[in-house]
């Protein structure tokens, strides 16, 4: 989607692990009055570069769009996230982190409190755990870091935004490398869906 006269337009800037997800509502119906551009999903591992990330990318698009709406939670910025968002008027998702905002506040609080040493999976993170964790972390290379790591941890989620069985196989395999118990809840996109409700869904024109 072009941003030519887009002055009266709505742009999404969003971490590119939920790129497949906001592009699924945007075709679906809800987002299709915004223009979604993504941030690199490497981003996801390094948040102190979240933070300048996003401050650039606002400041590149700012004259173009009316509105501008960031598809983070703090992902690990530790407030750096929302000191940027403040000076520029921005808001963004609630939440910690995206499995907060894709489970839904109430079902990965009693996640969370179920079993504090929960190591979560999105589907992206699924896709994507050879490379963001596996190698991301060394642990291809040097396995004796493994309890570094994961020492602390005793379960698996994996919270499914699609029903696909070669990415539940892959979760469960995922746990198995772990050495932790696998549970699987799905989300859907129903909690995406009204994380956004109020601040973007309501600025269709």
Avoid at 10 to 18: F, H, K, M, Q, T
Avoid at 57 to 66: E, T
Avoid at 72 to 98: F, I, K, N, Q, S
Wanted: charged fraction near 25%.
């Amino acid at each position: 989607m072009s941003d030519t006269h887009a002055t009266d337009k709505v742009l999404v800037l969003a971490c590119g692990a939920i790129a497949r997800e906001l592009e699924a509502l945007r075709r679906a119906g809800p987002l299709s009055h915004v223009t979604l551009r993504c941030l690199d999903a490497a981003l996801h591992n390094r948040p102190e570069r979240i933070a300048p990330a996003v401050d650039a990318a606002i400041k590149k698009h700012s004259g173009s769009f009316a509105r501008i709406f960031v598809a983070y939670a703090d992902c690990g910025t530790g407030g750096e996230l929302d000191r940027v968002l403040d000076a520029h008027g921005v808001e963004r998702l609630p939440g910690a982190h995206c499995y907060e905002f894709l489970a839904g506040t109430e079902v990965f609080t009693a996640l969370a409190d179920e079993e504090p040493g929960t190591f979560y999976l999105t589907d992206f993170l699924v896709r994507h755990f050879d490379r963001l964790v596996r190698q991301g972390l060394g642990l291809d290379r040097h396995p004796e870091l493994m309890p570094v790591y994961f020492g602390n941890y005793r379960r698996l989620v994996y919270l499914a935004q699609t029903e696909d069985a070669g990415l539940d196989e892959a979760a469960r395999a995922a746990a198995a490398w772990l050495g932790v118990s696998y549970e699987k809840h799905p989300t859907g996109l129903a909690p995406l869906h009204e994380a956004l409700h109020t601040q973007v869904l309501q600025w269709q024109n």
